[in-house]
């Protein structure tokens, strides 16, 4: 099972986790953390650009809004972090 963080930067200059996505061997996304947050990214999705072409990925397009999220969460106080397998 693969796992990518939602990191935000604190006042303080430490990072905290506002909420884990997860994908399954299915291709099935599940998530734990801030509600507020999971139900922005189930309306808004994750938007990206690639050869030119725009599109928009929710968590029912399973691995393909996944691998999305590290190119969507990108900036110096919202990121997207990539657990690494054990």
Do not use: C
Request: hydrophobic letters at 35%.
């Amino acid at each position: 099972m693969r796992k990518i963080n939602i990191k935000k930067l604190q006042n303080n200059g430490s990072t905290s986790i506002i909420g884990t996505f997860s994908l399954d061997h299915n291709g099935v996304v599940s998530y734990v953390g801030n509600e507020t947050f999971w139900e922005n990214v189930q309306l808004e999705g994750v938007y990206t650009v690639k050869n030119g072409e725009a599109r928009t990925f929710f968590p029912k397009d399973g691995s393909a809004f996944f691998d999305n999220l590290k190119y969507h969460f990108k900036s110096a106080y919202l990121f997207a972090e990539e657990e690494q397998e054990k």
